[in-house]
Nanobody, 121 residues
Framework: QVQLVEAGGGLVQAGGSLRLSCAAS????????MGWYRQLPDKQRELVAV???????NYADSVKGRFTISRDIAKNTVYLQMNSLNPEDTAVYYC???????????????WGKGTLVTVSS
């Protein structure tokens, strides 16, 4: 069974940096897109950044120039480097991945359990 495990959340002051990581494991044949989303209480989950298997990336306008997504294909891991953090970035951050567990099956989307990022002013 595929599992995604996030790490790296925590408390940081405004203007600071954090690096999130998300490792996928368990029955993986290949991974297509990997991404980061975030969610505030009573809000919809929103896309932060996504990266393809070829290394192309897209970002939400609110994080462009401050966040960088990257991945280590050999380690099935995606990272999110977050710089110049502000209180509006406070949220639970979730990673997801489109995983093909079998060459004869379509890819399925899996989610991590989330990691809390809190930015104090």
């Amino acid at each position: 069974q595929v599992q995604l495990v996030e790490a790296g959340g925590g408390l940081v002051q405004a203007g600071g940096s954090l690096r999130l990581s998300c490792a996928a494991s368990g029955g993986i044949f290949s991974i297509n897109d990997m991404g980061w989303y975030r969610q505030l209480p009573d809000k919809q989950r929103e896309l932060v950044a996504v990266i393809t298997s070829g290394g192309n990336s897209n970002y939400a306008d609110s994080v462009k120039g401050r966040f960088t997504i990257s991945r280590d294909i050999a380690k099935n891991t995606v990272y999110l480097q977050m710089n110049s953090l502000n209180p509006e970035d406070t949220a639970v951050y979730y990673c997801n991945a489109d995983v093909q567990s079998n060459p004869l099956r379509y890819a399925m989307t899996y989610w991590g359990k989330g990691t809390l990022v809190t930015v104090s002013s």
